[in-house]
């Protein structure tokens, strides 16, 4: 059986370029998305007395339950530049011009019109997400590492990722060698 789930990602420097070629108004939401591995919905529907000491609280809405979800996801450097100083704890952190909530109508046409000026292709705004799992495993971070910070329960779902994992047979071949052996 062969997993045909799509796997977009972009390398940093297209995601670099992306940040920087999008409209003001998204610039931040985008850097969010791609440094936190957010949802959009999860970006849209944070509000600041869900950033707590440095991290993002983020719900989702899975399974048949419908019960939601909360994972803490580290904020980074970036991510925290993006959110700027903390606001009204009820509020929005993300808002339109108007002081409006984000929605995905709204959103699109910022995200669409950035990746066609700078000529990616076939991106879409979930693929933010599949590239900060990506260069997380690139990078070394594990597996279930990995899995926690996007919210999946188990491992089957960041198994896409395994590929892109540097060395990760050999370095676990290896594990069987033998050393100071006498």
Not at 21 to 40: C, K, V
Not at 88 to 111: G, H, I
Request: charged letters at 25%; one cysteine or more.
């Amino acid at each position: 059986k062969v997993d045909d789930a799509r796997c977009r990602w972009l390398t940093e420097g297209e995601r670099n370029a992306l940040i920087l070629a999008s409209e003001p108004e998204i610039t931040d939401m985008l850097t969010f998305l791609f440094y936190t591995g957010a949802r959009l919905g999860e970006m849209f529907n944070l509000v600041w007395k869900g950033v707590v000491d440095n991290k993002a609280m983020l719900g989702t809405r899975k399974g048949a339950s419908g019960k939601t979800r909360i994972r803490a996801v580290p904020l980074t450097a970036e991510s925290l530049a993006a959110i700027g100083p903390i606001g009204t704890p009820n509020k929005t952190v993300f808002t339109t011009a108007s002081d409006m909530m984000w929605t995905k109508d709204k959103f699109y046409p910022f995200f669409y019109r950035a990746t066609d000026s700078v000529g990616i292709e076939d991106f879409r705004p979930h693929d933010c997400r599949h590239t900060f799992a990506s260069h997380l495993v690139q990078k070394g971070a594990s597996l279930r590492a990995v899995a926690d910070l996007l919210g999946h329960s188990s491992l089957s779902m960041v198994m896409r990722y395994s590929h892109l994992a540097p060395s990760h047979l050999e370095d676990t071949v290896g594990l069987l060698g033998v050393s100071g052996a006498k």
